[in-house]
């Protein structure tokens, strides 16, 4: 018996060559990471947009009620309820694609894909 041992091979196992594997994740151009902060910041805007015309439509109910001559009030509560209620798939629209947008650049800053 020889106390030399066989060269250990590693198992072939059949399938795709070792060439091909997962793609690599591509560095983000600078035009992406700008329409991602352009993203965030409309949807930044329009949520203030919605917060301020939610305090305007409760003021001008309290003022329309106070006082009976101004019922006009009342109507222009009511349309801005219509604009935030316009505004909100708006905010979805720009708001989700701005912060999965953000995510993807952060996550390549913190890899060293990009420089910071």
């Not at 994740?25 to 919605?50: D, E, K, N, T």
């Not at 439509?57 to 801005?80: E, R, W």
């Not at 909100?88 to 890899?111: D, E, F, Y």
């Amino acid at each position: 018996m020889s106390d030399q041992q066989p060269a250990h091979h590693p198992a072939q196992f059949p399938g795709a060559p070792q060439a091909y594997g997962p793609p690599q994740a591509q560095a983000v151009s600078v035009s992406y990471q700008r329409w991602a902060r352009i993203l965030v910041w409309l949807a930044v805007i329009i949520a203030v947009f919605i917060v301020v015309a939610v305090v305007l439509s409760i003021v001008f109910l309290v003022m329309a009620d106070a006082d009976t001559s101004n019922a006009a009030l009342g109507y222009l509560a009511i349309v801005l309820w219509v604009a935030i209620v316009a505004a909100i798939p708006a905010l979805l629209a720009v708001g989700i694609p701005g912060v999965v947008m953000t995510q993807r650049v952060r996550r390549q800053r913190q890899a060293g894909i990009i420089p910071s």
